[in-house]
């Protein structure tokens, strides 16, 4: 949520409670208790700001207020993807899907918590699923905002993992539906992000530059921390790749302004200082916030660039090491273009990458007869007696896409059925004691 003015914004707020508890107004007070734990937990506070999110649920489900239900859950999933809280934030975000079903409202409601959905699958790293939850959530038709942000975090994932053409063509149709690279309500950032991480995927460091600059350049960037250091890592790589482009003290200058009340706000603010010292020590405490976070994609570009400085150091061991590390986590994400620069520099260098990356999953009976982690879930599912309608409505998939998993999973097992299956799992250590 984009507030131009955050302090005005909490001054009616508390007025607006102040009355509607004086008046016994339940909806008015609902509302300003979401609009308060926003503005709070924006600023650093989200465990302050959890039980007024559940007081307004428990309001809203009183006097049967639906819309006040569903803003409540889209703010509480919103809000913890903000720091870093990835697991809640989809189990938030899955009650808001079930919650705008139950109510009818799942065309014109849902997708926004669907959105909450991808961005947390995003930053686990989660990128299959994610695309199957676009791909359901599109399937509803849902409003131009909706479906433009949709487009948009497809194409995020598309980028990742090395369809840039993909990935072009969907921010495109995504700006056709809004008239232009509109800022997103749930993420007012997002269109210049993408496009600036597009630039630098085909190497455009000149047109980078400019959108960083153009994105930087606002005067309420410290407002918007949240969406402005993941801009402001791209801007720092840029100024790493090319200074007579993006001056590294302006960048600097500009990120001295902008708070840090998240951890991921932390990391990213690690990872600018990275980028622009090129020091061993810096690296490490960038790897060392994302590592924490659980945040894979942004942890494997950390370990690269760490190699990197650890072999301008040096200490080629513990270049090796950090290298080995940081291909094994982009060789599962699928992302294949951060694989491909960790493995130049591997090859540059003479540093063997040859590593069992299975030695860690060796133990994980799944992975031994070669369930994907989606099609373990699904399994799980499978077992406790749950058809495909269920599992997809469980995890936010189609029925289609859930019967094609079941299928795989079937085949992978050697059996002919789901009676079988759930039998087989339970021989095979495949579900939790």
Excluded at 321 to 330: G, P, S, V
């Amino acid at each position: 949520m984009n507030v131009p003015d955050p302090d005005a914004a909490r001054d009616a707020a508390e007025q607006a409670l102040a009355a509607a508890r004086d008046t016994g107004d339940d909806p008015a007070e609902a509302g300003a208790l979401i609009t308060l734990a926003t503005l709070d937990a924006r600023v650093g506070d989200l465990d302050g700001q959890l039980p007024r999110l559940a007081r307004a649920r428990a309001i809203a489900e009183s006097i049967g207020a639906d819309q006040l239900r569903l803003r409540a859950l889209e703010r509480e999933s919103h809000l913890l993807h903000g720091y870093g809280r990835l697991h809640d934030a989809e189990r938030v975000a899955l009650a808001g899907i079930a919650a705008a079903a139950e109510a009818g409202l799942a065309r014109s409601a849902g997708p926004a918590h669907a959105i909450n959905l991808v961005a947390a699958l995003i930053s686990a790293g989660r990128f299959d699923e994610a695309i199957e939850s676009v791909e359901h959530a599109l399937d509803l038709v849902p409003p131009h905002n909706d479906h433009a942000h949709l487009l948009a975090q497809r194409a995020e994932i598309a980028i990742h993992r090395g369809g840039l053409g993909l990935a072009a063509q969907l921010l495109d149709h995504a700006a056709e539906l809004l008239g232009g690279d509109t800022a997103l309500c749930q993420e007012p950032l997002l269109f210049p992000r993408l496009r600036l991480r597009l630039h630098l995927a085909r190497g455009r460091l000149r047109e980078a530059a400019d959108v960083a600059a153009r994105a930087l350049a606002g005067d309420r960037i410290a407002e918007t921390s949240r969406f402005t250091w993941p801009l402001l890592v791209l801007g720092a790589r840029v100024a790493a790749a090319a200074p007579d482009l993006a001056p590294a003290a302006a960048l600097r200058a500009v990120a001295a302004t902008v708070p840090t009340p998240t951890p991921p706000q932390a990391a990213a603010a690690a990872t600018v200082t990275a980028h622009l010292d090129d020091t061993p020590q810096a690296w490490a405490r960038a790897v060392a916030a994302w590592d924490e976070l659980a945040h894979p994609l942004e942890l494997a570009e950390a370990l690269h660039g760490h190699g990197g400085a650890l072999l301008a150091s040096g200490d080629r061991p513990a270049a090796a090491e950090a290298l080995r590390r940081a291909a094994e986590i982009a060789a599962g994400l699928g992302a294949a273009p951060l694989h491909a620069q960790i493995a130049d520099l591997a090859r540059r260098a003479r540093l063997p990458l040859d590593r069992a990356a299975a030695a860690a999953q060796a133990d994980d009976p799944a992975t031994r007869i070669g369930l994907t982690p989606r099609e373990a879930e699904v399994l799980r599912l499978v077992a406790a007696g749950l058809g495909n309608a269920d599992i997809g409505e469980r995890l936010f998939i189609s029925p289609k896409t859930a019967s094609v998993h079941v299928s795989n999973i079937l085949g992978k097992l050697g059996v002919a059925n789901r009676v079988e299956a759930a039998a087989a799992a339970h021989r095979l250590g495949l579900l939790p004691v």
